[in-house]
């Protein structure tokens, strides 16, 4: 089992940065398909980025391509998220997920991850 806690939500004017953090308990992060999600205010939870164990393979949503970067650094259990160019349309609150999927497919697919954090609001001023 893994426990995540994700940082570094906040309030930014569009065309910002913001970068979010998840930080990882246990040993085994590095077994761990990771990814982000978002859920804006009276909205379902939608797909942003998904990175594989090794960091190698990365997955965005249209949305957000070109904007947003994930990586993770197994040695610190962590997974971040570099968001550019913010947009009003981008205010949600983020969380954190980590799947033990080994399929090809299910990156964008929330009910393929295990384990969730809590959430981080981030909110776009226009």
């Known amino acids: 089992q893994v426990q995540l806690v994700e940082s570094g939500g906040g309030l930014v004017q569009a065309g910002g940065s913001l970068r979010l953090s998840c930080v990882a308990s246990g040993r085994t992060f590095s077994s761990y398909r990771m990814g982000w999600f978002r859920q804006g205010p009276g909205e379902e939870r939608e797909f942003v980025a998904a990175?594989?164990?090794?960091?190698?393979?990365?997955y965005y949503a249209d949305s957000v391509k070109g904007r947003f970067t994930i990586s993770r650094d197994n040695a610190k259990n962590t997974v971040t998220l570099q968001m550019n160019s913010l947009k009003p349309e981008d205010t949600a609150v983020y969380y954190c997920?980590?799947?033990?999927?080994?399929?090809?497919?299910?990156?964008?697919?929330?009910?393929?991850?295990?384990?969730w954090g809590q959430g981080t609001q981030v909110t776009v001023s226009s």
């Open positions: 997920a980590a799947s033990t999927n080994w399929a090809s497919t299910g990156w964008a697919v929330g009910s393929q991850y295990d384990y």
């Open positions: 990175i594989s164990r090794s960091g190698g393979r990365t």
